[in-house]
């Protein structure tokens, strides 16, 4: 069955540090991945995803996402943190038949110290 | 980019009563939407996947009598919310796939607050 793990529940950086949230997944073949943003009590916001070709993945706002097959991770990076980025952050692996569902990790809270 | 409203985003109702939450995809026609639940500071638990005119697909322990869910358009989908008791509070979010489209992406609404007393 397919299952997402973010083993950090929240994160503490500094402004202007950078940031890796990380995010493992467990799946059949290699699935669609996707990390999303929610700013509190919003939906979801796509920051980037990964379907195939090229492992290293840019999304929005600075952040990027590499695909590690041999290490079934897709752990999301920004060189430098900006206050406006304290969130929480879901990793989602996404089937690839035709449900089209999506699994969520249990999200990391970023916090952005000034 | 594809835009996802759904409304009410907040809604108060009394115990008992039934409250319906709508979700419509503005720019593009949506085959297959999804409805997610969120409890304070967790994850989004799937709860049904709903697609274009026909019955709901229910995840394992989810009530499909509790959570009604109709597909009737491909720019609507409504989740209704039978008898809501206080353990029925949470956020609802739903989602959509474009129709025609095999790349799994989907966007979101922006949820919607439930809170039963």
């Known amino acids: 069955a397919q299952s997402v793990t973010q083993p950090d529940i929240h994160i503490t950086v500094s402004e202007g540090a950078s940031l890796e949230l990380r995010c493992n997944y467990s799946?059949?073949?290699?699935?669609?991945l996707f990390w999303y943003v929610q700013s509190p009590g919003q939906g979801l916001q796509l920051l980037l995803k990964?379907?195939?070709?090229?492992?290293l993945v840019q999304g929005i706002k600075g952040f990027e996402a590499e695909f590690k097959r041999s290490q079934s991770s897709f752990n999301l990076r920004k060189p430098s943190v900006h206050w406006s980025d304290a969130a929480e952050y879901f990793c989602?692996?996404?089937?690839?038949?035709?449900?089209?569902?999506?699994?969520f990790g249990s999200g990391t809270r970023l916090l952005v110290r000034p | 980019g594809a835009v996802v409203s759904q409304h009410p985003s907040r809604v108060i109702c009394k115990s008992g009563t039934s409250v319906k939450i709508e979700c419509r995809s503005l720019?593009?026609?949506?085959?297959?939407m999804f409805w997610y639940r969120q409890f304070p500071k967790q994850s989004l638990m799937l709860m049904a996947t709903?697609?274009?005119?026909?019955?709901?697909?229910?995840e394992q322990g989810v009530e499909k009598d509790k959570f009604l869910i109709n597909h009737a358009s491909l720019t609507l989908s409504t989740l209704t919310v039978t008898s809501a008791h206080p353990e029925d509070s949470s956020f609802y979010i739903c989602?959509?796939?474009?129709?025609?489209?095999?790349?799994?992406?989907?966007?979101f609404g922006e949820g919607s607050r439930l809170t039963v007393l």
């Open positions: 989602s959509a796939r474009v129709a025609r489209t095999d790349t799994g992406e989907l966007f």
């Open positions: 799946y059949g073949a290699t699935p669609y």
């Open positions: 990964y379907f195939s070709g090229d492992t």
């Open positions: 989602a692996v996404g089937a690839m038949d035709s449900s089209y569902k999506l699994i």
């Open positions: 720019d593009f026609q949506a085959t297959t």
């Open positions: 709903s697609n274009e005119g026909s019955k709901a697909t229910y």
